[in-house]
């Protein structure tokens, strides 16, 4: 039963509440620690996004380091089940690093696609996260090449190839 209702897909209202949920959590979070920043929340693609933004001069750069705000996004996604009783998929970015990750992964991704291409061998990346691999396997899906995703857990990532 659980996972028939983790496998429906959320309504706007649902997700903007957990995107309110979310910035309840993190507004308290950002005082306790005395970080400054603005939460904006959107939905995109069928999750809550939450944004954390604040001026250059902010202290905010303290923890958007690309690590620190994935075991945020955990937080937050866990606070959320805890008040709404179901699993969140929200996407969180905090001073633009979200963005930064994408634009990396983009670069890496690019790069093991001219070298498929070139050779014709296959290419293992690097494990990453479930949205990253979503947004791998869109990148390589645009190049006609395919992708497969292989491993468990933390050692799941994707495989590059040409089509048979």
Do not use: C, W
């Amino acid at each position: 039963m659980a996972d028939l209702e983790e496998s429906k897909e959320r309504t706007v209202k649902q997700l903007e509440e957990e995107g309110d949920i979310a910035a309840d959590y993190l507004e308290e979070l950002l005082d306790i620690t005395d970080l400054d920043g603005d939460i904006d929340i959107d939905v995109r693609e069928g999750r809550a996004y939450l944004a954390v933004t604040a001026s250059k001069d902010s202290n905010l750069a303290l923890v958007s380091h690309p690590d620190t705000v994935e075991a945020l996004q955990e937080l937050t996604r866990l606070a959320v089940q805890v008040k709404t009783s179901s699993y969140s998929r929200l996407i969180l970015d905090v001073g633009g690093s979200r963005q930064a990750k994408i634009d990396q992964l983009t670069k890496v991704v690019e790069k093991f696609i001219s070298q498929v291409k070139e050779t014709g061998e296959p290419k293992h990346l690097e494990p990453m996260s479930s949205y990253e691999r979503k947004l791998a396997h869109d990148l390589i899906g645009e190049t006609g090449l395919s992708s497969e995703s292989e491993g468990e857990g933390r050692d799941r990532h994707i495989v590059i190839s040409k089509p048979e």
